[in-house]
């Protein structure tokens, strides 16, 4: 019998109330199948580009502060550390209908943050989850463009709630934050006390399966006139035993396993994110 998961009271404030958002610029920029840019600062479109022969196209909106963070909500009782590092929780037997959820991760300044952790959970098809081992449970990164993609199946319902997806983000240095993703046109939404309509998935049909959008933002300041920076390279890396729950800035060294990696991203080492399994946070020396 599931456990009931129970509101939390920390809702934030509503949303752009109709202005531009970072989530409608990036929500076309998906559309239009283009990787966001950021051009003086800003996020900027594929139509930005001059259009073939020369025309001007319309101007980009430029991206509002319009969005607060992304709302928090409970992680439940079903939430397990250590899940594997995929961005796909399905074979090709897994019974469900499939489902993908791509978007972005952005930070306060409108900029995309790569090597974000997210850590998805749901339940099967059915509404139950897996609660001895690690089935449709996944971490990844987002990228050098701070885009996710998650392959998986709708979840099932199961008593008390409505439809949903868990998920744990964490920029690299920064607190994890959690929250869920819910699905337009559920009868449930109505009736699930957590249920919020700031969480709720762009979806649609694609095919026999379905495709939802959703782009997170982090309580990350950016300075939005400022280019990212990457560590300098001629910083030597301290030795030492990689360690969970040490603080690791860029550019830090770490020996694993008898090898020596150097630090990416600032993080907190935590069990299972061990420098081989990691690409993202950890280079080989
Ligand atoms: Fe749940």
């Given at each position: 019998m599931p456990v009931p998961e129970e509101p939390t009271a920390t809702p934030g404030p509503a949303g752009?109330?109709?202005?531009?958002?970072r989530k409608s610029v990036l929500r076309a920029a998906a559309a239009l199948g283009a990787a966001p840019l950021l051009i003086g600062g800003r996020v900027a479109l594929a139509r930005d580009q001059p259009a073939p022969g020369g025309a001007a196209l319309a101007p980009t909106p430029d991206c509002h502060?319009?969005?607060?963070?992304t709302v928090e909500q409970m992680e439940g009782p079903y939430f397990k550390p250590?899940?594997?590092?995929?961005?796909?929780?399905?074979?090709?037997?897994?019974?469900?209908t499939r489902l993908t959820v791509t978007g972005y991760v952005f930070g306060r300044g409108c900029r995309p943050i790569p090597g974000v952790l997210l850590d998805f959970w749901q339940a099967d098809?059915?509404?139950?989850?897996?609660n001895s081992g690690y089935r449709f449970r996944g971490h990844q990164f987002s990228t050098a463009q701070g885009s996710f993609s998650l392959t998986t199946v709708v979840p099932g319902l199961y008593p008390g709630r409505t439809r949903h997806l868990h998920v744990k983000l964490q920029a690299p240095g920064r607190r994890v934050v959690t929250t869920q993703l819910y699905f337009p046109g559920e009868p449930r939404n109505s009736t699930d006390?957590?249920?919020?309509?700031?969480?709720?998935m762009n979806l649609r049909q694609a095919g026999p399966g379905q495709e939802g959008t959703f782009d997170f933002v982090l309580d990350v300041p950016q300075d939005p006139t400022t280019p990212p920076t990457t560590p300098?390279?001629?910083?030597?890396p301290p030795t030492g035993t990689w360690t969970p729950g040490r603080a690791y800035r860029a550019g830090d060294g770490a020996a694993y396993a008898g090898l020596s990696y150097r630090c990416l991203q600032a993080h907190t080492a935590v069990v299972g994110w061990e420098p081989p399994n990691v690409p993202a946070l950890w280079q080989r020396l």
């Open positions: 752009s109330g109709g202005r531009v958002s502060d319009g969005d607060e963070p250590n899940s594997p590092l995929r961005d796909s929780l399905v074979t090709s037997g897994t019974p469900g098809h059915n509404g139950a989850y897996d006390s957590l249920f919020d309509s700031r969480l709720l300098p390279p001629t910083t030597p």
